[in-house]
């Protein structure tokens, strides 16, 4: 079945540092991939998305790309803020209605 | 106001007894799901709709049970709640369309369950 595995956290940050989160995925066909964001006390909101293979996706200065050879979609970030403390989540979703989430991992970046 | 609503917010409940988690939406969204957010497994899907009166078991269905008698309302119920289902429940949506649209979902703010 569908899987998604992300690096376990917490990380810990200062402010302007870099950031990466790996997630791998296990999904048949061709899967679309997703990046949540949970900030503390709120529900899940979308940070980027990626449909097809070689696809960036972008938001808020976060990116991440979809390699179908690596089955990869790790979100980076070049200058992290304190209001990027939260718990990110990586997903997919291989038919039209379902998503896979990953275990999440929490940031805290510290001024 | 418009998006997707979840009540309560938190809930208390004793070993046995039936309670019931709210979910409106107000984008006429086909798609609603329910989730259970525990440390360690991310979310874990409960039960998914596809449309009124369309519903279909996910992951961790047991000892749940969902209804949508309209398209913007899913509540989801346990019969007779456990101590094992503590956890934070969220409802979600999505639209009817072509992929890729189909596959984002919009969240709501979460139900803090804890049942004693």
């Known amino acids: 079945g569908d899987s998604v595995t992300q690096m376990e956290g917490p990380v810990t940050l200062s402010e302007e540092a870099f950031l990466t989160i790996n997630c791998t995925y296990t999904a048949t066909g061709y899967p679309s991939l997703f990046w949540y964001v949970q900030y503390p006390g709120e529900g899940l909101q979308l940070l980027l998305k990626?449909?097809?293979?070689?696809d960036k996706g972008s938001n808020k200065g976060f990116e991440a790309t979809y390699r179908k050879e690596t089955t990869s979609f790790h979100l980076e970030k070049g200058s992290v803020q304190v209001s990027d403390s939260a718990v990110y989540f990586c997903a997919l979703s291989s038919n039209d209605y379902k998503l896979s989430f990953g275990a999440g991992t929490t940031v805290t970046v510290r001024a | 106001d418009a998006g997707i609503t979840q009540s309560p917010r938190y809930k208390i409940t004793e070993t046995g007894r039936q309670v019931t988690l709210m979910c409106h939406q107000t984008w006429s969204h086909s798609y609603m799901f329910w989730y259970r957010q525990d440390l360690g497994h991310g979310l874990r899907l409960i039960y998914y709709s596809a449309a009124a009166d369309i519903t279909d078991k996910g992951e961790v269905p047991d000892g749940y049970v969902v209804s949508r008698s309209k398209t913007e309302n899913f509540p989801l119920t346990l019969e007779s709640a456990t101590r094992s289902q503590t956890s934070v429940y969220f409802c979600?949506?999505?639209?009817?369309?072509?992929?890729?649209?189909?596959?984002?979902?919009?969240f709501g703010p979460g139900t803090r369950l804890t049942v004693l």
């Open positions: 979600a949506s999505s639209i009817q369309g072509r992929r890729g649209a189909r596959d984002t979902q919009y």
């Open positions: 990626a449909t097809k293979a070689d």
